[in-house]
């Protein structure tokens, strides 16, 4: 499995933004996608996860409401759109891939066995 993130970029407080992470792997139904973030001198923080199969969903209590995760199955390529940006949002975005998903377990980085590559993102006037 190998995940391709982009659409980071610089946004002005309240904006949106929509990252993108494109999937190459020969069947990706029983597999999870994440999106985490991290800060310079922060840990990694869970986003958002969506399971590719059934579509269910889990989102950080901070990002409930101005976030979503989804996927197009079709072109094998999963999105993080991003509403009413605060600055605190400002990090490194990384996609990432959890194998035969536990609802309860999704929103733990250290079970994600593939990741790509990380996009920025900063929220600045």
């Known amino acids: 499995v190998q995940l391709q993130a982009s659409g980071g970029g610089l946004v002005q407080p309240g904006g949106s933004v929509r990252l993108s992470c494109v999937v190459s792997?020969?069947?990706?139904?029983?597999?999870?996608m994440g999106w985490f973030r991290q800060t310079p001198g922060k840990e990694r923080e869970f986003v958002a996860a969506?399971?590719?199969?059934?579509?269910?969903?889990k989102y950080a209590d901070s990002v409930k409401g101005r976030f979503t995760i989804s996927k197009d199955t079709f072109k094998n390529t999963g999105y993080l759109q991003m509403n009413s940006l605060k600055p605190e949002d400002t990090a490194v975005y990384y996609c990432?891939?959890?194998?035969?998903?536990?609802?309860?377990?999704?929103?733990?980085?250290?079970?994600?066995?593939?990741w790509g590559q990380g996009t920025q993102v900063t929220v600045s006037s």
């Open positions: 990432a891939a959890k194998h035969a998903p536990i609802t309860s377990t999704m929103s733990d980085g250290s079970a994600y066995g593939y």
């Open positions: 792997a020969r069947t990706f139904s029983n597999y999870a």
């Open positions: 969506i399971k590719w199969s059934g579509g269910s969903t």
